[in-house]
């Protein structure tokens, strides 16, 4: 099936708010893809890291929100780091989860994890997954 | 504070507006303008005209200028950058001194950033009034004439210096080649094969260094230095050092007895440091000149007390431990910079390994392990353990196209250095896996995507589109992480050799001697041209021209391209006997002059310096460029522009405040 | 010398080991830590998007506690902490409209007076005053290396040790600006100086996993093993961290680790505190070695470091 690519208000008003949220202009990304190969979490992704820029970048949010990968990111800043553009996709991604709906299946809150996991677990594992996966 | 230039109240000032078509008459009203000048003091004539750029526009300057006598004219037109010449040639020809001729720009200053035709009408007539006022006080100017000494000197005896010096000897004028190595060949000598059409780049390069070596017109000094320059365009004084290679050229025959005797292993930089050599040594087998060099900084001492035994096994008696620095100055006219380049560090990528790894090589150590006068005869080896490679991983883009830690542009030559590097692996070991990770493959050239595509599709050689993000060893084995964009898949190789293909940068040790010749640079420390799209070859800074990598990254072809277009341009300045320089220049007047240096400090030019005699400012009219920096800082005013002084542009500012 | 010391909630409950650790070594070298009065979870996440501007709020929180009892340095261990701190404490003083908005959440917080204990909501603006500093580099920059080898009173006898950074210590560089993302020296420099021989291995900042190892283990648990493993095969004897998040991952989750990944022996992990204290002379029991999944005792063993100097 073809996609129709539109380039209108609508796109726009997607790609504008994810920038102002994250901060960062997706249309430097050249795509290189350097991030994806340089991340931890890329191999158990259904969209590598260039690709969810590459989505919004298109303008395609509908494929961007529904991508298990946001739920994959580990803040690791790998990216950020190797990126010959300087882009911060940590930021983007978080920019992405911020919109999504809360209920998204993927998203990993207080209800996934078992008393007896709880009070294993280091406190800080849990706030920051639940701050980050959470809605 | 300003000393009032003479306002010639009697001066019969012609004025013709100019159309333009529609581009100024659409918004100003240029009847109107030419009409409203002509009771202006000073104005004889005006008329208005519909191109007055062209042949009858002209002709009708040439011929009023002669019926009515006028002494200065104004021509209300376009910015002076197109025709300032056009109408100054024009008066020249009617007999009027062409310093004589205003331009009023009421095009780009007026009709085309305007819209209100009033407003607009009214403005033009006000800078029309302004360029009267000036035009009164204008001066009979001559343009400034000096020699041309016609000989050139080229910095650099690579490909690029080469060629400039053969053509400019060709066109019959003497040349002076200066290179600080012990050889001349550049970088271009190192190479094994060129692309696209895998010539053997020694075989391709070597007559012409013999040619140049064997030149009448040329002057080859090799481990030479520049060391400083005065003077300017046509009339240089450069001071060049030589330095004591402690060997007589004329007498070493290469018998390589020293080398054979000498206890000093070094490093060969020839083969990257891959291979080593003695302290005394010939850089490769054929140098030109075809001499020894005895390396100061490795020699145990220079002394028969310390070692002595090279100078014991020369027959000829080449060898003399007491040579030293000499200087000595030659006059030129023109210089061409042509001092190549060199490779981004690796040690900037720390994700690929640093320096630390043996086994992950830049393309000019890969071209040494390649060539057959290389540390390996030809056969491709790797570095740690001298096992041959079978799988091999090239990586494109490194340290460049990267505006975040490293260098932003784009190094031109990887895409197509790599695909041939791809190709002759693959030629040597057929079993071998060569892979390339790239983000583009830029193959601009005439027959290079063709040779690229010949990579991929003869060779079988894998392109992956994905920037490697890590190298890293485990065991003996070197590991790549990178990416496949087009499938999405992330991807691991093992590699036993990695070839970075490394960002070229500026030639290291060269910014001091730029600095020297005032040459500019880039940003990015590359000479810069004088117009990125029009004047390619030549600095801004009056007779210096560049060449080839100095410039920015360039393959073989362009750089001899733009070596020949330097050597033209040199032919150009040597064409003429006399140099002819605008005479709008910004003299001194010593009356004037309290010697405070201000005005120096702000030339750009290097065209302003202090007598230390009579304690004034004095300028070289030749370099001076009129910007006028000196005029606006000089606090007494002897600093005055000809036909620019104070007292004139105050006279435009009031004409045009009066309405 | 009393210094502020941020330990963040997870050292005082799942990770005492370094807290105690940290506590005990710096008291060795004369340094008394302080806690701010009060304090509360910092957050453990820095908020990415423009928008979260309450995040920073605990932080600030934090910062504000130090500079009113008179701190102009906190140090923490924690990488987390350490990061969101750094972080928030920049993001204050440059950006006016996080610094506006911040201030404005926390104007009604209330403010302990820390030599009353009384509960006030005097309040000034916190304009990032203070400065955050991880451990390692308080010690690179205002203790010392001179100092803290006058202190040893253990020999570890160039234990191989293999320095774990993790992520949050280095990364995003423009923010945290340790030490270079992929060529640092830091760590390695602490270990030499305290006696260790730093492994140099190729997966010392590679992320361990971080908290996807509670959401998708799987994932987690191949990234935490290649960290272990690059260690071990370069010779290393132990791992040392600063972070409880990779302590856990390493250690903790080992015996997981094994389940996938059989033929992996294991390697001890350990904070880089309890080396420091160790070789400054401080008793084994003190060290939390306890808290280990995967003993460690065997390299703070009395005979091993039995020089001990006066």
Known sequence: MRVKLKAGPEQRKFIARIEDLSGENVYACYQCGRCSAGCPMASEMDLLPNQIIRLVQMGLEEDVLRSKTLFLCASCFTCQSRCPKGIDLARVMEAVRHILDPKGKDAFGPDEISPEQARELPQQVMVALFRKFAK | MTAKTTKKKDKRIGLFVCHCGVNIASVVDVEKVAEALKEYPGVTFSTDYVYMCSDPGQQMIIDTIKEKHLDGIIVAACSPTLHEKTFQEAARLAGLNPYQIEIANIREQDSWVHTDREKATRKAVRIVKSHVEKALRNENLEPIKVDVKKRALIIGGGISGLQAALDIAEHGYEVILVEKNPSIGGKMIQLSETFPTLDCSQCILTPKMVEVSRHPRIKLLTYHEVDSISGFVGNFKVRIKKKPRYVDESLCNLCGECEKVCPQIVPDEFNMGLSFRKAVYLPFPQAIPGTYTLDEAHCLGLSPVRCGKCKDVCDKMAIDYDMKETFFEEEVGAVVVATGYDLYTMQALGEYGGEKYEDVVNGLEFERILSASGPTGGVVLRPSDGKVPKSVVFVQCSGSRDTEKHNPYCSKICCMYTAKHAMLYKHRVPDGQATVFYIDVRTGGKGFDEFYQRAVEEDKILYIRGKVSKIFKEGDKLVVWGVDTLTGKKVEVEADLVVLAMAMVKADGVQDLLKKLKVSTDIHGFVAEAHPKLRPVESLNAGFYLAGCAHGPKDIPEAVAQASAAAAKVGDLFAQNELVHEPTVVPVNDELCSGCGICITMCPYGARSLDPERGVAVVNEILCEGCGACAAACPSGAAQQRNQTDDQIFSMLRAMLRE | ?310
């Open chain 3, 1 to 310: 010398m009393k210094l502020h010391y941020y330990p963040g909630c997870t050292l005082k409950e799942k990770t005492t080991a370094l807290d105690v650790s940290t506590r005990e070594a710096m008291r060795r070298l004369d340094i008394e830590l302080v806690e701010p009065e009060g304090w509360t979870c910092c957050g453990a996440e820095y908020p990415l998007t423009e928008e979260k501007i309450v995040g920073l709020a605990a932080p600030v929180r934090v910062l504000r506690q130090v500079r009113d009892e008179g701190g102009d340095v906190v140090v923490t261990t924690c990488s987390f902490c350490y990061a969101v701190l750094k972080r928030a404490n920049k993001a204050v003083r440059e950006d006016p409209l996080k610094h506006k908005r911040v201030n404005a959440y926390l104007r009604d917080d209330i403010q302990i007076n820390p030599l009353t204990k009384e509960k006030t909501t005097g309040f000034e603006d916190y304009n990032g005053e203070v400065k955050v500093l991880h451990l390692l580099e308080y010690l690179r920059d205002r203790v010392g290396p001179p100092r803290i080898r006058e202190h040893l009173k253990r020999d570890l006898k160039g234990l191989a040790v293999a320095p774990y950074y993790g992520c949050r210590l280095l990364r995003p560089h423009k923010e945290m600006g340790v030490d270079e993302p992929d060529s640092p020296r830091i760590f390695e420099d602490f270990l030499e100086t305290v006696g260790c021989a730093a492994v140099d291995y190729a997966f010392k900042q590679e992320c361990c996993g971080s908290y996807v190892s509670v959401s998708l283990p799987a994932a987690a648990t191949e990234a935490s093993y290649r960290v272990l493993r690059s260690a071990r095969m370069a010779g290393a004897k132990a791992i040392a961290v600063t972070c409880p998040l990779c302590f856990y991952n390493l250690d903790h989750r080992q015996e997981a680790i094994k389940e996938t990944f059989l033929d992996f022996p294991g390697i001890p992990v350990v904070f880089f505190t309890q080396l420091l204290a160790w070789a400054l002379g401080v008793d084994k029991e003190l060290l939390g070695l306890k808290e280990h999944a995967v003993p460690a005792d065997g390299l703070f063993d009395e005979g091993r470091g039995a020089e001990v100097r006066t």
